[in-house]
């Protein structure tokens, strides 16, 4: 079946600009998570969503980002006001249950430039 | 809260050689622990897991991790490497128990060159 989806794969923007980078889940899974990676690093915990709700955010650098689930599958992650340091890769994973023991499933990433 | 130190960011070695990967975690409460993999273009993958039982947990291709509780390691090896092995490989543990749920704390990545 199909696996985690992301678009845009690569994203290009100005510094200040907005923009928006979406998730598709693996069909049926509840738990959704947003991860970062910046270059040479391992991934980082963003946030973490389990149906709608947001359940745990504490990994958001800043009140600039933002992310949503509103039907409890396609998830948007938002970012205000963009700098330079946002350049990262975006990784987003989702999970059946969202329980620790569960195998999480990694989309290919989005790719953000900030110039 | 958790970290995860990867000693080594480059290991390469030639094709048939043994390997091994190492993986030091620091945690205040039990964890779970985790070897993915990411192959050149593609996402993360999960290689093998540790949740409980048997110290030595094995992957459909070859590999292994052992669990040690004492030295808080969490090291990869695989006796013979291939070239298809090439790949970055992120070790990453999450804190175990009922109310725990995926928040997983990566290292910084060991990328594996193998070379013919």
């Known amino acids: 079946g199909a696996g985690v989806s992301q678009t845009p794969s690569n994203k290009v923007t100005e510094k200040g600009k907005y923009v928006e980078l979406r998730c598709d889940p693996i069909?049926?899974?509840?738990?959704l998570y947003w991860y970062r990676q910046s270059l040479g690093q391992g991934p980082e915990f963003l946030i973490y969503?389990?149906?709608?709700?947001?359940?745990?955010d504490s990994g958001l650098p800043n009140d600039r980002f933002f992310a949503v689930r509103p039907e409890g599958s396609v998830s948007t992650l938002k970012i205000q006001r963009t700098e330079r340091g946002d350049s990262a890769v975006y990784l987003c994973?989702?999970?059946?249950?969202?329980?620790?023991?569960?195998?999480?499933?990694f989309g290919p990433g989005t790719r953000l430039t900030v110039t | 809260a958790q970290s995860v130190t990867q000693l080594d960011s480059q290991v390469p070695v030639f094709e048939e050689a043994p390997v091994e990967l190492r993986c030091n975690y620091s945690s205040s409460v039990s964890v779970y622990l985790f070897w993915y993999v990411q192959y050149p273009n593609q996402g993360l993958q999960l290689l093998l897991k540790y949740l409980s039982g048997s110290t030595l947990v094995e992957s459909i291709n070859g590999f292994e991790a052992e669990f040690n509780k004492s030295q808080t390691s969490f090291h990869l090896r695989k006796p013979s490497v291939h070239i298809s092995d090439t790949a970055e490989y992120f070790c990453a543990v999450n804190p175990a128990g009922g109310t725990s749920y995926g928040k997983l704390t990566f290292g910084q990545g060991t990328i594996l060159t193998v070379h013919p």
């Open positions: 969503f389990q149906g709608t709700g947001a359940a745990d």
């Open positions: 069909s049926g899974h509840t738990a």
């Open positions: 994973a989702s999970s059946l249950g969202g329980r620790a023991l569960d195998e999480q499933y």
